[in-house]
């Protein structure tokens, strides 16, 4: 493992926690798309169901264990615990806009034409549009908290290290994965936007707010 995917997967398990613990301890999702957890938590899932079939490492196992069970308790403190909080006018994305084209893609463009595969691809390509609904949730409040703000910082750190990882592999390792790299260069752009705001705003103090 190198240094990129390791600091990938610790930016990715930072913002699991962040998030889940300022529901917790705000006793409010206010601000926080569901759809995307939703959708977050349907992508760990169809990913990791190599859990059934093979043993990688400890490691391995323990965060696609923790990704998953992270995910689903995220959803159920939305949409169960503190659903009197959530903020469902705003969190209005058409989610079957992402859905259905990721589904046929991944089913017309994959590595190997099963159902393992398929699902495997179809998580990666969901994984790069699922943060949609929560920049469009935050475009139409038109500002986020800070601290929701974090969340999102080091989701797309998440996957610029990847993306950093996915080169190092190249050039060290002789592997390439197209799917991987493109859908990482996706959720990356997706989030440029974003970045600029974070480091010229947040980070000077500021409240984040994206044009409506």
Not at 63 to 73: D, E, P, Q, R, V
Not at 130 to 140: D, E, V
Not at 165 to 171: A, G
Request: charged letters at 15%.
């Amino acid at each position: 493992m190198n240094v990129f995917r390791l600091t990938g997967d610790l930016s990715h398990l930072a913002a699991i926690i962040i998030l889940l613990l300022k529901i917790w301890k705000s006793r409010s999702c206010a601000g926080i798309s569901g759809k995307s957890q939703i959708l977050f938590a349907v992508v760990f899932t169809t990913r990791y169901l190599d859990l059934l079939t093979s043993f990688i490492s400890l490691y391995n196992t323990s965060m696609k264990l923790i990704y998953i069970g992270c995910a689903y308790a995220t959803v159920y403190l939305i949409y169960v615990k503190f659903r009197a909080t959530y903020d469902g006018n705003h969190d209005s994305f058409r989610v079957e806009f992402l859905v259905v084209p990721v589904g046929g893609l991944s089913v017309l463009i994959n590595h190997n034409f099963s159902l393992m595969e398929i699902l495997w691809t179809f998580s990666i390509y969901l994984e790069s549009v699922a943060i949609l609904p929560q920049l469009f949730m935050i475009s139409k409040t038109g500002e986020a908290e800070t601290i929701t703000t974090h969340y999102l910082f080091c989701l797309g750190l998440y996957r610029a290290l990847y993306l950093l990882n996915w080169i190092w592999r190249y050039y060290f390792e002789g592997f390439l994965d197209m799917i991987a790299i493109f859908a990482g260069l996706v959720q990356t752009v997706l989030y440029c936007d974003f970045f600029y705001l974070y480091v010229t705003k947040v980070l000077k103090g500021k409240k984040l707010s994206l044009p409506a």
